[in-house]
């Protein structure tokens, strides 16, 4: 609905088996059950040198660890609920547009 062309993955394994990974440009990802989601996502990322910008959002936020993300390297941790208009204004940050 804004424009971007979006790709749906079921896990973080089916995505990194896909041609897709490397094609990416920016990744909108949940946190997970205790934040094991998003350390997998940027371990794996990392391991495969790979620099996508990650936008994460979560139900229950942690100020430690959206603190950790961001220093990771993720470009926001966005609480649900949140407006269309945030995750678009991430989204363009990410892809600096």
Not at 8 to 15: E, G, K
């Given at each position: 609905?804004?424009?971007?062309?979006?790709?749906?993955?079921?896990?973080?394994?089916?995505?990194?088996a896909s041609s897709l990974c490397r094609k990416a440009r920016c990744?909108?990802?949940?946190?997970?059950?205790?934040?094991?989601?998003?350390k997998r996502l940027h371990q794996r990322l990392t391991s495969r040198g790979l620099d996508i910008p990650v936008i994460f959002m979560t139900a229950l936020p942690s100020q430690a660890r959206d603190k950790k993300l961001m220093e990771d390297g993720a470009i926001r941790v966005l609480p649900k609920p949140f407006r269309g208009t945030a995750l678009e204004d991430c989204i363009r940050a990410a892809l600096q547009i």
């Open positions: 609905s804004m424009g971007f062309q979006a790709e749906q993955f079921s896990s973080l394994d089916d995505f990194f990744i909108i990802s949940d946190v997970g059950v205790s934040g094991s989601t998003s």
